[in-house]
């Protein structure tokens, strides 16, 4: 039985032509002459374009995998015994007083007014179209919204000095949008990984925009690696090498320049960074984010291996982080490879299966717990009981990407 559906998918907009081998995917008959409807075909005429879903700036993309346990094989149990959170009185125990707030923080500060929150919307197109409705919703649902990565050096406005962000107009509409909404319950958190370090993200937004919460980043579940988006320009590709990131091909190769511009190919590649966790690097980031004014300071962590998220729990444990989000396989995302985003990594019940069993042993030895949501592949009520219920006390939320964007 195979659990994946390799060489054909919506997502890459490629198919097979007959019936298919389970292992490879491949047509059970490959005939020559095929025009080449499935992965394999269309890749030997569109290259690396395959590598990614299609069409970009326009969809969000999960995975399709069929992973063997997922929380649909949980059932939700109840009773006609008792009640929970309320006396036991048909009088009392009625649908209206049911309680769904929750909150999270070191010092329990963020007051939630439902378990969930959105996904970080970085600077993907997708993301940045779709902002304002995000971040209204998520402000009028009294939830935490999170600006992702990227979004003041992929900014066209932004003004840069010597190396360091001074304005950022999208960045500026983004947090006030949430801010004129905003009615006490929830926050807007901006995330950083290694560009927007570089750049002095945290610094800009503490100082200038008001930002009380920042994101770190160890990756997501989609994806272990670092993220990237699509660029239609020359123009667009050099500004962005200009201001320190990873283009490829090189904009600035005179040979890559002239492909370009006769059409050999039609878009750049803008890559950022791996970051390369280190236990005293992370304390240390930790204290200089707070040093800079940041109330809050949480952590988002992807499907690593498992003594990656027990270095998650531990260092977040020791720096008393506000919240801890650990991403599981099966999710998705704006931009992401699309084999990568089926096959890498842990699937989510799993994930926080593991988790709860850290979290369990640092309870036991009187460390610091600290705030945890699950994210990777929920989508509806249902799905935040389960993660809720499977992690309790530890999960306070769930964190939903692509069901808050659909």
């Avoid at 370090?197 to 930002?211: C, K, M, Q, S």
């Avoid at 994101?215 to 670092?226: F, M, V």
């Avoid at 004014?293 to 690593?304: D, E, F, N, V």
Wanted: glycine share 12%; charged share 25%.
């Amino acid at each position: 039985m195979s659990f994946s559906k390799p060489n054909a998918s919506s997502a890459t907009l490629t198919r097979n032509r007959g019936g298919r081998a389970p292992g490879s995917g491949m047509c059970v008959v490959c005939v020559d002459g095929c025009t080449g409807f499935c992965e394999i075909g269309k890749s030997a005429l569109r290259g690396r374009e395959v590598m990614y879903p299609q069409e970009f700036g326009k969809v969000i993309a999960g995975s399709e995998k069929d992973y063997p346990v997922d929380f649909s094989h949980f059932n939700i149990q109840g009773t006609c015994v008792g009640a929970v959170g309320v006396k036991a009185d048909s009088d009392k125990a009625i649908f209206p007083v049911v309680d769904i707030t929750t909150e999270v923080g070191s010092k329990k500060e963020i007051k939630l007014k439902v378990p969930f929150f959105t996904g970080a919307l970085g600077s993907t197109e997708i993301a940045r179209l779709h902002w304002e409705s995000m971040a209204i919703g998520a402000a009028i649902c009294g939830t935490i919204v999170i600006v992702g990565e990227n979004v003041c050096g992929m900014d066209p406005q932004s003004e840069i000095e010597h190396g360091r962000i001074v304005k950022s107009p999208e960045m500026e509409r983004r947090i006030n949008i949430f801010k004129n909404w905003y009615d006490g319950s929830g926050a807007v958190l901006v995330q950083l990984n290694v560009e927007d370090t570089r750049l002095g993200v945290a610094e800009y937004v503490i100082d200038e925009l008001g930002v009380e919460a920042i994101e770190l980043k160890w990756g997501q579940g989609a994806k272990d690696i670092g993220g990237e988006v699509k660029l239609p320009s020359l123009e667009r590709a050099l500004q962005l090498k200009k201001r320190g990131y990873i283009v490829f091909p090189d904009p600035e190769d005179p040979l890559i320049q002239e492909a370009f511009k006769t059409g050999v190919f039609s878009e750049f590649e803008r890559h950022s960074r791996l970051g390369m966790v280190e236990e005293e690097g992370f304390y240390k980031e930790v204290e200089r984010i707070r040093g800079l004014g940041a109330k809050y300071i949480t952590l988002k962590t992807g499907s690593y291996r498992p003594v990656d998220l027990a270095r998650a729990v531990k260092f977040t444990s020791n720096a008393k982080i506000d919240l801890l989000t650990v991403d599981g396989s099966g999710g998705g995302t704006g931009m992401s490879p699309w084999r990568m985003m089926n096959e890498w990594g842990i699937p989510t019940v799993q994930l926080e299966c593991l988790l709860y069993r850290y979290l369990k042993k640092l309870e036991a030895k009187g460390a610091f717990i600290p705030d945890c949501a699950m994210a990777g592949g929920f989508c509806l009520e249902d799905h935040i009981f389960k993660a809720i219920a499977l992690g309790a006390p530890y999960i306070k939320a769930v964190c939903l990407g692509r069901a808050t964007m659909t």
